[in-house]
């Protein structure tokens, strides 16, 4: 079991910048991978970056050129870095963790959110 908690939104004017942390507890040791996600009001939630333990990053469409993702070597924390805040980055971020089992079964995980809201 993985236990995640975010922190780290808040009220940004835009052109802003915002580190969002992510603290993991449990069983971190079988975290393979870690990423956000964010859901804008009223739409789905959408997939935003992710980071292997190879240290390999990924990021959706949107995210590229404006968010950075990183994670601590004992990964207990994975941070995005948001550069530049637009309007649109208005949303509930989630951390997400996958874990796998020794059969190599993936598992999700998921925190609580955080909001960023960011004004014009």
């Known amino acids: 079991q993985v236990q995640l908690v975010e922190s780290g939104g808040g009220l940004v004017q835009a052109g802003g910048s915002l580190r969002l942390s992510c603290v993991a507890s449990?069983?971190?040791?079988?975290?393979?991978?870690m990423g956000w996600y964010r859901q804008a009001p009223g739409k789905q939630r959408e997939w935003v970056a992710n980071?292997?333990?190879?240290?390999?990053?990924n990021y959706a469409d949107s995210a590229k050129g404006r968010f950075t993702i990183s994670m601590d070597s004992a990964r207990k924390k994975v941070y995005l870095q948001i550069y530049t805040l637009q309007p649109e980055d208005t949303a509930v971020y989630y951390c997400n963790a996958e874990t796998l089992s020794a059969t190599l079964a993936p598992s999700d995980y998921w925190g609580k959110g955080t909001l960023v809201t960011v004004t014009s």
């Open positions: 980071i292997t333990l190879t240290g390999r990053s």
């Open positions: 449990g069983s971190i040791f079988s975290i393979n991978a």
